[in-house]
């Protein structure tokens, strides 16, 4: 039982680390049907920017994950209207290919300026425990925890009770209408990536403390895996990134923990092509059907 | 302007044309004359300085670097500098084959240092078989480098021109085995294993078979990628288990989150693990608290009392201002094992290099004495070091 218990608090905390990197993906879906590859290498940055804040500038825990979080937002912003907006009307086999270019240009960029030998992430939060029976809770547990639940109940927010919120389902919707009733399609976007990326950079900073580790290709596994939860969820689909992120998590500690840990990573792409096989619009998804 | 752009490809390819002829045709007999008739003696030095191993080639150097000074400050050998040709693989077995073919047939080199890892190592020892030149790896540790091995593990043949002066991964997993069963007193085993190196696989059969012959028992097997950073899972089936200690064979990127995460569970049971632990990220990785009761098997220590190893300590920090790793101890060895050899040869010549460095006997470097046996593999003893509080705390030789 306790280690049922354990057990299901490493994969909420994993799981909750995927679902912030899915969220990223899952907005940039909604909104322009683009599955935006070079998403876990802004989590990556993010982490960097953390690790950046933290040695260099002295800054505690919650300076950091605002700078991280803020320089991210920046970070998306530029690369969509560097490398995505030119291609707008283009074919989305293009926009997609563009997306796998940005994400090798980050992380080949990256790795020549700091190196390719993981750095050790300054331990900012101490390391606490709480014993709970046999249950062990560390400081950076509860921290990844509560940061992401407030994170997603902003995102909650924004969404549905702000004008942006509103402009940005709009034009997820249908952009020719959206344009026509006086929403501006282009800071929307925008906008939407910028919240995705920072939450990415949010993740990114909470994997650096949790983990103690960073790199630059540390992105490449996490952001394929954050892509299988969004379609789990269902793609488009806010919350379904949630569940689908804690989902994976759970999935993949529990595979570690009472069948192989050789299988772990097998069982979550063989739940992406069962989902894609029976469900292709995900768990929470709707089935829409195509206009003609 | 076309013109000019049309003679500079002409040129180009010629050129190419050129040097590709000389280097196939002129392979062995250019080889052995090349640099007798010089001043100096030209030695090859082939080694990760970018890339994914950089570190083990870097420090490599230093060691070769070092050595090579005192060599020459002491009037070189067979009254003859040594000159170094050093060259950059890049950590890629591609880049290493191409640079051993340029060291020997380019530069004339009498002998080829490194590179520091076996896929790197193993990628050279064609081109010196054909150039008849030796290569000394100084860290290439796996089983079969110098000699083919059957399936059973039995050598077979040797590789004539290849050689190296660290003892194999077989021979770690023994003694970590052996370790673990008279010093302290296991009887029962958990091995975690990184499932995507040949070198920690290779570690986890042998430390399972003396285990088990020595009458212990492993009540568990994990297995995890270079590149995971997640352990929890596996940790956590783990320590409802009833063991004594946990092997460890992998590299110190995850050896160290490893470590920290079973600590921060409350695993406290002693963790094993070979000479790809030897790092100072492993401290930055796994903290200092958490580096307790941690073992593992080396090539040196800095804490052998040994006068030669103070000396060369002091000599290493003279020269670069900081304490040398296994690894600048292992590159310095492999200079002076060759130079030695040089000497006893009585001629700079490749094949009878090879042949004086087949018959070493009782060589004494900071790595320890060793001799090398007929499979091209040095006789010698292993240290095992007892971190605690992340630091070496005790040296035991084996």
């Known amino acids: 039982m306790d280690q049922l218990l354990q057990q299901l608090l490493n994969g909420l905390s994993l799981g909750s680390i995927y679902a912030l990197i899915a969220l990223g993906y899952t907005m940039v879906y909604g909104i322009i049907k683009l599955i ?23 800054l505690s825990f919650i300076p950091a994950l605002l700078i991280s979080m803020a320089a991210c937002a920046v970070l998306g912003m530029v690369i969509e209207k560097i490398a995505y907006k030119p291609l707008r009307h283009a074919s989305r086999i293009a926009v997609l290919i563009t997306a796998i270019g940005v994400s090798f240009f980050l992380e080949y960029t990256t790795m020549f300026f700091v190196g390719a030998t993981p750095r050790a992430f300054p331990q900012v939060l101490g390391s606490q425990f709480f014993n709970i029976g046999n249950v062990v809770i560390s ?16 995102l909650q927010f924004i969404v549905h009770k702000t004008k942006t919120g509103k402009a940005m389902r709009a034009v997820s919707i249908d952009q020719d209408a959206a344009q026509l009733m006086g929403i501006k399609v282009d800071s929307t976007i925008s906008f939407t990536f910028a919240i995705g990326s920072a939450l990415a950079g949010a993740a990114g900073i909470l994997v650096g403390i949790y983990y103690n580790t960073i790199n630059p290709l540390m992105g490449m596994t996490p952001g394929i895996k954050a892509f299988v939860a969004a379609v789990f969820g269902g793609i488009g689909n806010i919350p379904g990134a949630m569940v689908g992120g804690v989902s994976i998590g759970m999935i993949e500690t529990l595979v570690a923990g009472y069948g192989s840990s050789m299988y772990k990573d097998a069982v979550v792409y063989l739940i992406l092509i069962l989902v894609l096989l029976i469900k292709p619009s995900g768990l929470l998804g709707k089935n829409t059907r195509e206009k003609v | 302007m076309k013109n000019v752009w049309k003679i500079a490809l002409a040129a180009s390819l010629s050129a190419a044309l050129f040097l590709t002829g000389c280097g196939g045709g002129g392979g062995s007999d250019e080889g052995s004359s090349g640099s007798a008739d010089g001043d100096t003696i030209k030695i090859g030095v082939n080694y990760e300085l970018s890339g994914a191993t950089a570190t083990y080639g870097s420090s490599s150097v230093e060691g070769i670097d070092l050595a090579i000074k005192q060599i020459n400050e002491a009037g070189g050998v067979l009254g003859k500098q040594i000159e170094l040709v050093e060259g950059d693989n890049k950590s890629e077995p591609a880049e290493a084959t191409s640079l051993s073919t340029k060291l020997m047939t380019n530069d004339g080199v009498v002998a080829v240092l490194g590179p520091a890892t076996t896929g790197n190592f193993k990628a050279t ?122 092997f460890l064979p992998g590299y110190y990127s995850e050896a160290g989150l490893i470590i920290k995460q079973a ?35 080396n090539h040196y220590s800095s804490l052998d009392e040994d006068p030669a190893v103070i000396q060369f300590i002091e000599d290493f920090n003279a020269e670069y201002g900081k304490d040398p790793d296994a690894f600048n101890a292992l590159g310095y060895d492999t ?8 000497e006893r040869a009585g001629e700079a010549d490749p094949i009878a290099i090879k042949d004086a460095l087949a018959s070493t006997e009782s060589f004494a470097g900071v790595t320890g004495t060793f001799s090398i046996d007929e499979n091209h593999n040095p006789v010698k003893s292993v240290v095992v070091i007892k971190l605690t509080d992340g630091e070496p705390s005790e040296s035991i030789k084996i």
């Open chain 1, 36 to 58: 935006n590859f070079a998403h876990g290498d802004i989590y990556m940055l993010g982490a960097y920017i953390g690790f950046a804040a933290i040695t260099f500038a002295h």
């Open chain 1, 139 to 154: 400081m950076q547990q509860i921290y990844i925890i509560v940061v992401t639940v407030i994170l997603m109940f902003m």
């Open chain 2, 125 to 246: 020892i064609p081109v010196a078989d054909k150039n008849q030149i030796p290569v000394i790896s100084g860290s290439a540790t796996a089983d079969d480098v110098t000699v083919d091995l059957d399936d059973d593990g039995n050598p077979t043949e040797v590789k004539e021109f290849a050689f190296k002066i660290c003892f194999s991964d077989s021979f770690q997993g023994i003694t970590m085995a052996n370790f673990a069963s008279s010093n302290l007193g296991a009887t029962k085993a958990v091995i975690i294993m990184d499932n995507s190196s040949d070198y920690a696989i290779g570690l986890a059969k042998n430390f399972r078979s003396t285990f088990e012959s020595l009458g212990g028992e492993i009540v568990g097997e994990e297995a995890y990628i270079a590149g995971n950073t997640d352990f929890s899972g596996i940790l956590t089936k783990i320590r409802s288990m009833d063991f004594d200690v946990i």
């Open chain 2, 263 to 297: 600590r921060d569970l409350g695993i406290t049971a002693p963790v094993l693990g070979a000479d790809g632990f030897d790092s100072p990220t492993l401290l930055e990785l796994a903290g200092a608290s958490a580096l307790n009761d941690v073992y593992y098997s």
């Open chain 2, 335 to 342: 200079a002076k094992f060759l130079c030695d050899a040089i």
